[in-house]
């Protein structure tokens, strides 16, 4: 499966932002789907993850502000994030894994998309 990410931009503290991430090729609705962030100067971390059965998983940093969902009819994950915060900064990837297992390991997603750059300036 091919990944494309995007929604990202530049936001102000506070406000909120939704990146979606469309997905070609068959099967979408059988894999796992995953966001992950790499901020500046940073390594690359696991943000959420959504099962092919709705089950999601969060990084506990992500809980309370980042939602994760999909539609499956439209090929595509979404990663929703409120109350934005400068230390939000980072370019988000989505990724995808055909595991049953919901996973916060990067080993073990199979297809990457490209990131969107979210900024947030305070």
């Known amino acids: 499966v091919q990944l494309q990410a995007s929604g990202g931009g530049l936001v102000q503290a506070g406000g909120s932002l939704r990146l979606s991430c469309t997905a070609s090729?068959?099967?979408?609705?059988?894999?796992?789907m995953g966001w992950f962030r790499q901020a500046p100067g940073k390594e690359r971390e696991f943000v959420a993850a959504i099962s092919r059965y709705d089950t999601t998983y969060y990084a506990d940093s992500a809980k309370g502000r980042f939602t994760i969902s999909r539609d499956n009819a439209k090929n595509a994950v979404y990663l929703h994030i409120g109350n934005l915060k400068p230390e939000d900064t980072a370019v988000y990837y989505c990724?995808?894994?055909?595991?049953?297992?919901?996973?916060?390991?990067?080993?073990?997603?199979?297809?990457w998309g490209q990131g969107t750059q979210v900024t947030v300036s305070s």
């Open positions: 990724a995808a894994q055909q595991s049953l297992i919901l996973s916060s390991l990067e080993r073990v997603y199979d297809s």
């Open positions: 090729g068959r099967g979408f609705s059988t894999y796992g």
